[in-house]
């Protein structure tokens, strides 16, 4: 999200309008600052997927790996090797996310059936598969923080459905 922020004042300083684009940018780093979440413990398993047939996830090191850990959620797919692996079933199995998010995008809407019928997987079994917007999602710049606001109130959702504090709440009701 730096980046973002860092790209959006260089614009505007190349435009002559260094004061406008820096309101700009503190108004999406404020926007931003209300949704994060910081873990001091185990947050759900997400996987982030763009593409569901062949499943692709989002791995380490991408802005979706980091949309998810700022919303207090642990990336799933980051334990995969590369940026966007390519994972099979038993892959699935093996991670057992706990809610998965689809960047949804023509044809890349709904996981094949041969897929979601593995009960074992948490996401499938307890209906946790989300779909959200893919060039909301996907594209990196300004509207990242819009992201990271649905992303956040996606888990909040989750957290209640599943008895499971936000992060931040558990700081507060430990002092």
Known sequence: MAGIYAAIERV????????????????????AAAVVRRKPG????????????PI????????????????????????FSGRYP???AESLL???PDLIFVAAMEGVEKFPD???RWKEVPAFRDG????LDGDLVTRPGPRMVAALEEVSRTLDAWRERHRV???????????
Request: glycine share 8%.
């Open 114 to 116: 041969e897929v979601t």
């Open 165 to 175: 504090p936000a992060p931040d709440r558990v700081r507060r009701e430990k002092r």
């Open 56 to 79: 692709i996830a989002a791995g380490k090191g991408t802005f979706m790996d980091e949309l998810l850990s700022l919303a207090g959620a642990n990336n799933a797919g980051a334990s």
């Open 128 to 131: 946790e598969v989300h779909s």
């Open 42 to 53: 185990p947050g759900p398993r997400v996987l982030f997927v763009v593409s569901t047939s």
């Open 94 to 96: 093996a991670v057992r």
């Open 86 to 88: 390519r994972l099979s």
């Open 12 to 31: 505007g300083a190349l435009l002559g309008v260094p004061a406008r684009a820096k309101r700009e940018a503190d108004a999406l780093r404020a926007r």
